[in-house]
Each structure stands twice: as structure tokens, then as C-alpha cells.
């Protein structure tokens, strides 16, 4: 295993909710990355955080947004949910700019 | 931004037979190339990576070739077993760089019957 951990594991919203989604990263590791991955498709970057602050994003709008924590942990808010944010979310971490990412197993979500 | 291409979708092979995936890439930075496998349901998992300075890396049946004239990068999995059966991602990424992250492309069906 990676040593990155994501809670909950499956998660039902309605559309129009929001969600957090947490993380908690291999100790040491201050990068961390979020993707998403609709069935049948490849992870999608959303957005990454080093040392607590955002260094990148991908083509996600605004709604999507996170937060990185001191002890290695971070958070992926997702507001007013549509149907198509339904998907796995994978948070993987890393130290640095290091190549190698760990990722976590990820949280299904379904928005109905 | 970066732009990874992956085929075949979907590959199935007699156990034994050999098995190549592959992938090209847009952005001439990237200069680091995973290979991912993921089970149903499951995290994917690092199973090779080769970066822009290396043309071929070898880890037992697991093989992985870059060309960077042609940006494309391969996955050879050779005496393929039932248990290879997975879907492969590969990826690419202008490593080293602050705010990059893996692009990944659409996924590799591999399915191995004995």
C-alpha cells in the first residue's frame, strides 16, 4: 500500500449539494494532487497543493476547491454538484516536485 | 498543456503472449512517463516509469521504450499472466516543474485468458 488514505470510501449527494472529500497524504509528503475519474476514463488533474498553498490547476471551474493542512492532510470541496461530477476522486501525494506519486484508493462519489 | 494519446483501448491476449500498449504525448517538456495499473475498483498502482534521458527500462516481464523525436512511449509486458489482466494508464508530465501533474490517457483494457 501507498500510505495515503481517503475518507469516506462511497458517497450519494443530491445535485445542487456540497461535498468535502479528504485526503491524508504519506507523512513527509507536501505536494499533493487531485483527479477525477469518470467510468471508463483516465484520472483527470483537478487541481495540486504545496505547502498549503494551490501551485496548479486543471481545467476545473471555481466550484471545485481544497484546502492542504499542516499534518500532510487536504480537503476537496465540490460545490453546487452536478450530475457529471458523479466519479472516483484519487488524491495522490508526493514530496516536493518528486516525480513518483502515491495514490490513495479514492472516494466514489454519485450525485443523483 | 500537455495532450497523452493511448491505444489500443482494449487488447486480449492468449496467456503467455506478449502485450504492447502505446502512447504518444504533445508537449515536448514532459520528460517523465509512467505506466499505471488499476484493478476494478482499486487505486492505481506505479508499475514502471522511464524519464526523458533513458530510451528503454527493463523491470523482469515489464518493459517500457521512449522515443522523444516521435514523443511516443511504449508498455511491453511480456509471458503475459491472467493476473496482468488490468487496465493500463500511462502518463506524462513535465516533472521538476512547480504546479505540474500527471496527464493521463484514456486507459488500456488488457485481458489475459488462460
Known amino acids: 500500500e501507498t500510505g495515503v488514505t481517503q475518507s469516506p470510501t462511497h458517497l450519494i449527494k443530491t445535485r445542487g449539494q456540497q461535498v468535502t472529500l479528504r485526503c491524508s497524504s504519506q507523512?513527509?509528503?507536501?505536494?499533493v494532487s487531485w483527479y477525477q475519474q469518470a467510468l471508463g476514463q483516465g484520472p483527470q488533474f483537478i487541481f495540486q497543493?504545496?505547502?498549503?498553498?494551490?501551485?496548479g490547476r486543471g481545467n476545473f471551474p471555481p466550484r471545485f476547491s481544497g484546502l492542504q493542512f499542516p499534518n500532510y492532510s487536504s480537503e476537496l470541496n465540490v460545490n453546487a454538484l452536478e450530475l457529471d461530477d458523479s466519479a472516483l476522486y484519487l488524491c495522490?501525494?508526493?514530496?516536493?516536485?518528486?516525480?513518483?506519486?502515491?495514490f490513495g484508493p479514492g472516494t466514489r462519489l454519485t450525485v443523483t | 498543456g500537455e495532450n497523452v494519446e493511448q491505444h489500443p483501448s482494449t487488447l486480449s491476449v492468449q496467456e503467455g503472449d506478449s502485450a504492447v500498449i502505446k502512447c504518444t504525448y504533445s508537449d515536448s517538456a514532459s520528460n517523465y512517463f509512467p505506466w499505471y495499473k488499476q484493478e476494478l475498483g482499486k487505486r492505481p498502482q506505479l508499475i514502471i516509469d522511464?524519464?526523458?534521458?533513458?530510451g528503454e527500462k527493463k523491470d523482469q516481464r515489464i518493459a517500457v521504450t521512449l522515443n522523444k523525436t516521435a514523443k511516443h512511449f511504449s508498455l511491453h509486458i511480456t509471458e503475459t499472466q491472467p493476473e496482468d489482466s488490468a487496465v493500463y494508464f500511462c502518463a506524462a508530465t513535465p516533472a521538476n516543474q512547480a504546479g505540474t501533474a500527471l496527464i493521463f490517457g484514456k486507459g488500456t483494457t488488457l485481458s489475459v485468458s488462460s
Open positions: 495522490a501525494s508526493r514530496l516536493g516536485a518528486q516525480e513518483q506519486q502515491y
Open positions: 497543493y504545496y505547502r498549503e498553498e494551490e501551485n
Open positions: 507523512s513527509g509528503h507536501n505536494t
Open positions: 522511464i524519464r526523458s534521458n533513458v
